[in-house]
């Protein structure tokens, strides 16, 4: 019985070396695979991957209601605000509220056309390192890649972009009008939000947001990968 159990225990042991082995290969051999591939490729592919996000669907933001119409981003009112938006609505006063919504929407539109230039740079910047990593990486890695590189100098971009839209658009008359019948109203508390700042981050937000849309689409979707470059270099992430 003890030889038995002895011999048992060695095949178990020998088995779990088996697997250890086994995932060792794997992960060499994608290794190798991916160094076949050329580190210029797959850095050029993941570039092709973000630039295709940045020009089908971050450009879709810049057009009149990119936001506005597009549920997945619009700009709704900051918490601080929904009681405002509520109360406002209770004593007939919807039309406010919505133009409120909208030309919050119109800012971030007219601030998402100046990150093209400052998705660019980042792009360009991408090493082979960082390629493999995305390319290995999650659903959304080449969208986090992205803003880790450029949310602040997008900010600073966007901020005062939306701030002079406000102006232009109207939103500082219609947002001052708002506050104003709201902190007349008996018995509210008063507010009075940085609504340029939290424009600002939601117009952020929405890009990215978009951007991950169409990575998923190419990590995703074979259809997608539209070049030969893409197909090539996206084929190996499959294989991972």
């Given at each position: 019985?003890?030889?038995?159990?002895?011999?048992?225990?060695?095949?178990?042991?020998?088995?779990?070396?088996?697997?250890?082995?086994?995932?060792?290969?794997?992960?060499?051999?994608?290794?190798?695979?991916?160094?076949?591939?050329?580190?210029?490729?797959?850095?050029?592919?993941?570039?092709?991957?973000?630039?295709?996000?940045?020009?089908?669907?971050?450009?879709?933001?810049?057009?009149?209601?990119?936001?506005?119409?597009?549920?997945?981003?619009?700009?709704?009112?900051?918490?601080?605000?929904?009681?405002?938006?509520?109360?406002?609505?209770?004593?007939?006063?919807?039309?406010?509220?919505?133009?409120?919504?909208?030309?919050?929407?119109?800012?971030?539109?007219?601030?998402?056309?100046?990150?093209?230039?400052?998705?660019?740079?980042?792009?360009?910047?991408?090493?082979?390192?960082?390629?493999?990593?995305?390319?290995?990486?999650?659903?959304?890695?080449?969208?986090?890649?992205?803003?880790?590189?450029?949310?602040?100098?997008?900010?600073?971009?966007?901020?005062?972009?939306?701030?002079?839209?406000?102006?232009?658009?109207?939103?500082?008359?219609?947002?001052?009008?708002?506050?104003?019948?709201?902190?007349?109203?008996?018995?509210?508390?008063?507010?009075?939000?940085d609504l340029t700042d939290y424009t600002t981050n939601q117009a952020l937000a929405g890009v990215f947001k978009m951007i991950a849309v169409e990575e998923?689409?190419?990590?995703?979707?074979?259809?997608?990968?539209?070049?030969?470059?893409?197909?090539?270099?996206?084929?190996?992430?499959?294989?991972?």
């Open positions: 019985m003890k030889k038995i159990l002895i011999l048992s225990l060695l095949l178990s042991l020998s088995s779990q070396a088996q697997v250890k082995e086994t995932l060792a290969q794997k992960l060499a051999k994608l290794s190798t695979q991916l160094s076949g591939v050329g580190g210029v490729d797959i850095a050029s592919g993941l570039k092709e991957a973000l630039n295709k996000g940045i020009t089908e669907q971050v450009s879709k933001l810049t057009a009149v209601d990119g936001f506005y119409k597009n549920e997945a981003v619009k700009i709704l009112m900051p918490e601080e605000l929904q009681k405002v938006d509520a109360t406002l609505r209770k004593i007939g006063l919807s039309s406010l509220a919505d133009e409120g919504i909208k030309v919050l929407n119109r800012a971030a539109e007219d601030a998402v056309k100046e990150a093209t230039p400052i998705f660019v740079t980042a792009v360009k910047n991408m090493s082979f390192t960082d390629a493999k990593n995305i390319l290995l990486g999650n659903e959304s890695a080449a969208t986090t890649y992205l803003q880790k590189g450029t949310n602040t100098a997008l900010y600073a971009k966007f901020n005062p972009v939306i701030k002079t839209s406000f102006e232009k658009v109207g939103a500082d008359v219609v947002w001052k009008n708002i506050i104003n019948k709201y902190n007349t109203i008996p018995l509210v508390r008063k507010v009075n939000p998923k689409d190419i990590r995703t979707n074979i259809n997608a990968r539209t070049t030969p470059l893409l197909q090539k270099v996206f084929a190996m992430q499959d294989k991972k």
